[in-house]
């Protein structure tokens, strides 16, 4: 049984290189992961994701556990044979999806009680629930259960969801070490703490002290700015980067939509990544297109498209032979599919059009990341 392990093996500024171990392999950081909900990459197979050069994937917790289950998983050998990858994944909690449902939830002290948005049955998580959830969907890394805080939420609504969620982070970590820190397959897994604290500085620096302090595997940091306000993100990450260990990695939760959001959160300091972004956005006509570059010290995505993007539904690229972007080394761009043709396929909603278009944007998530771990390690 191989445990997990992290090693860091270069920093430039805040920006930093790694490589984790895991019982399914390892992974060099930084790195992007793939969202796969419900075990399934949306519109692609386990061979499509491989081959845009993925290194870890993430399943959600709340969705495999109101289907088809974890038991059932677990019977049929756990999310790794489930969907016949063979590499490293990581779930999460389910708090997001649990906190997200609004009305359907109500935050007690023990836990969550909350109702499925596909068939109205009430379900209650508590931490253990969580984490025995996880333990039986095998993945290598785990998440603690937390409560994802809104931004605009209060001080003192704050601190009592901080309070909370320091109490669950213990809950899991007890009885994640009482389970000897292996999974219902017996591989062990890594746990991951969350620190929380909305967009409250000292609250946000005490989440860090507590988190820190338990001896988990990783350190993620959660709540609604991370990822859908990069101003925001940088702003947290000021206020704990220096609490946070530099033997541990660091996951910035759901962050990841465009290339641009990457560039800027690993000179931040993070070292993981996972968002829906680019698998949706490329389902939605939107390509990404620009390249890694330097400026005054500074890493950028560069690219003559607002936010990095190719809007493929436009009417000017039905008669573009260019593939998307000339040097690109997707399987798409590799295989010639032109502009025009994917133009076609989207108008039409043939369904080849959203794989090769999602084959693309997460190659170009996966290549970039690639690129800046490179740049790194040259420093």
């Not at 950081?29 to 075990?39: D, E, H, L, R, S």
């Not at 049929?76 to 063979?86: A, I, K, P, V, Y």
């Not at 465009?258 to 300091?269: F, H």
């Not at 909603?349 to 040259?378: D, G, K, P």
């Amino acid at each position: 049984m191989t445990p997990f392990s992290f090693r860091l093996q270069q920093t430039r500024q805040r920006a930093r290189a790694g490589e984790f171990v895991t019982p399914h392999g390892k992974v060099q950081t930084p790195v992007f992961m793939p969202v796969g909900t419900k075990a399934s990459v949306k519109s692609l197979d386990s061979l499509d994701v491989a081959q845009t050069g993925a290194q870890i994937i993430l399943g959600n917790t709340y969705h495999l556990f109101l289907k088809p289950g974890e038991q059932l998983i677990h019977e049929l050998g756990g999310l790794h044979q489930f969907m016949n990858w063979d590499q490293p994944i990581l779930t999460d909690s389910g708090g997001f999806q649990v906190f997200s449902l609004g009305s359907r939830t109500t935050i007690l002290e023990h836990g969550v009680e909350f109702y499925s948005h596909l068939d109205g049955t009430r379900h209650f998580f508590t931490p253990e629930t969580s984490i025995e959830i996880q333990r039986h969907l095998g993945a290598d890394i785990i998440m603690a259960f937390d409560e994802c805080t809104p931004d605009l939420a209060d001080a003192v609504y704050t601190q009592a969801a901080l309070d909370r969620t320091h109490r669950w982070a213990e809950q899991c970590f007890n009885y994640w070490h009482k389970k000897e820190r292996l999974s219902a397959q017996g591989r062990y897994q890594a746990l991951f703490g969350i620190i929380q604290g909305a967009m409250h500085p000292e609250l946000r620096r005490q989440s860090a002290q507590f988190i820190t302090g338990l001896d988990f595997d990783g350190i993620a940091v959660g709540g609604e700015t991370i990822g859908y306000n990069m101003a925001g993100s940088q702003e947290v990450m000021d206020w704990i980067e220096e609490i946070l260990p530099a033997d541990k990695p660091r996951y910035a939760m759901g962050l990841g939509r465009d290339p641009e959001d990457i560039v800027a959160a690993v000179q931040m300091g993070f070292d993981m990544f996972d968002c829906v972004g680019p698998t949706r956005l490329a389902r939605n006509g939107a390509l990404f297109y620009g390249h890694l570059a330097e400026k005054g010290g500074k890493f950028v995505f560069e690219s003559p498209h607002h936010h990095g993007r190719l809007n493929i539904r436009r009417q000017e690229f039905s008669h573009d032979t260019r593939v998307i972007m000339e040097d690109c080394d997707c399987t798409t761009c590799q295989a010639g599919y032109t502009r025009a043709y994917l133009n076609h396929l989207y108008k039409n909603h043939e369904l080849s059009y959203y794989r090769l278009a999602s084959i693309h944007n997460v190659r170009c998530m996966m290549r970039l990341t690639e690129q800046l771990r490179e740049e790194i390690l040259r420093s």
